[in-house]
């Protein structure tokens, strides 16, 4: 099995700056720990230390919000980190990550990766690049609560994905959802059957064509435009 690990280790970008002896190496170190759908990897509050590369599923990172309602932070796959920063300030878990499929994780012990970025300097600058992005997405997501309604909310989530990840197409920009209805809602701080309605609303009057878990934005601009109105 530690090819398959080392394979894994390879995708994740803490990584990357490793040669394929020091993956080796890395990949002899690791624990294997595997979760059923829907299983709590770790709670928030929960005191931390290891840090965990996600070898096969899927995760879904969410923080309790006053309401009680849970709040989508992002869908971590195959290849991601979690748990990084209580690695390095021993403090508890800062959200609650739960297996959204069955899911296998390879856990590195804290003190070991905290040796391995002091003697490779690299896998240090990874890991501030990686906490850097984490911090600019989830900067994106309170602008994107900021929002007075939910289909504003909605709408611009639709717009960042496209600005981001969309491919344009013919018929204009293409985006794909990696969310069902229930996990935007989520994301969106709502419930489902408003999410399901706003989508709706927003391909019955022409901004979005829905083809399953895609979404065709036939004109950006347009759909940008209905912000605020």
Known sequence: MSSDWAATLRRVPLFHELTEAEIKVL????????YAAGRIIFSEGQPGGDLLILHEGTVRVVRAARNGRQQL???????????EVSVFDSGPYSATAIAGSDV?????RGGYFRRLCESQPRVAAQVIRVLG????????LVEDLSCGTVRDRLITYLVRLAEQNGSRAGEGIEVNLEENNE?????LGTVREIVSRNLGG??????IRMRRRA???PNLEALRGELGQ
């Open 183 to 187: 996990e935007l809602a989520v994301r």
């Open 215 to 217: 979404i065709m934005i």
């Open 104 to 108: 296998v994780v390879l856990a590195i």
């Open 27 to 34: 990949a002899a170190n690791v624990s294997p720990r595997r």
């Open 202 to 207: 927003l391909h019955g009057e022409g901004l």
């Open 133 to 140: 992005h984490r911090l600019r997405r989830l900067r994106d």
């Open 73 to 83: 932070l992002c869908i971590e796959r195959a290849g991601s980190s979690l748990g």
